[in-house]
């Protein structure tokens, strides 16, 4: 490799101690020393910070991952709670995917908790949309909307039995029973658990994402 002379600027061959023009002592290493980050640092290529994240190459990889974990994971999913842990695992492997077309080939835990934050930014809402619509056809599109109505009237049953045995006045029960058999009363408390779904299933892809990176993206790290 060829350097040049930091005084006279004419070219010094590779294992010169002194410039052979001005006699200026040179800085001499062997690559056998470094690391291929430090090199590359040394000869003045750009090396990314493993704490910053390119977003354009990260949203790509998490698209596919994030909307289809949000289907999955919406409020009618049959896999329960599994469906946290899903959305946990599709942000780590967003973070794995999106580290192997990355040099150096890691990420810090934070980085790897912000691309899981935005994982579960779009599985969140994807799932939210997907509980939005099944909703809607349930209701009008195969006309279950009976069914509905029916599993709404066990649920208010419930409440009100439970309310009962706490011991709570027959006014506040008739008030809390009314509040929940209204339109208003019905929709406010779907969309309380769609978003606590959504903010549930965001938390887990965050922390999903720094494990990732602690556990899948670390030991690629250079030099380790």
Not at 90 to 118: D, E, N
Request: net charge positive; charged share 15%.
């Amino acid at each position: 490799m060829e350097l040049t002379c930091s005084r006279c600027h004419q070219t010094v061959q590779d294992g010169y101690r002194f410039c052979p023009e001005c006699g200026l002592p040179q800085l001499v290493y062997s690559a056998e020393n470094f690391t291929d980050t430090e090199l590359r640092d040394r000869r003045g290529e750009t090396v990314r910070d493993a704490n910053s994240v390119e977003w354009r190459s990260a949203v790509r990889t998490i698209l596919p991952l994030a909307i289809p974990a949000g289907i999955v994971c919406s409020l009618f999913s049959p896999i329960g709670i599994y469906r946290l842990l899903l959305m946990g695992v599709a942000a780590a492997w967003a973070v794995l995917l999106y580290t192997r077309g990355q040099r150096p080939a890691w990420v810090t835990t934070s980085a790897g908790a912000r691309i899981g934050l935005v994982t579960g930014v779009v599985g969140g809402w994807t799932a939210a949309v997907a509980t939005g619509v099944s909703f809607y056809a349930m209701r009008f599109w195969v006309h279950q909307g009976g069914s509905f109505d029916s599993f709404w009237q066990n649920l208010v049953n419930q409440q009100q039995t439970q309310g009962i045995a706490m011991g709570v006045d027959a006014q506040t029960l008739a008030a809390g029973k009314a509040m929940l058999n209204s339109a208003e009363g019905r929709a406010g408390l779907v969309l309380a658990a769609i978003a606590f779904l959504a903010a549930t299933l965001l938390l887990f892809a965050t922390a999903g994402g720094a494990v990732g990176a602690r556990m899948l993206a670390r030991p690629q790290r250079p030099g380790n």
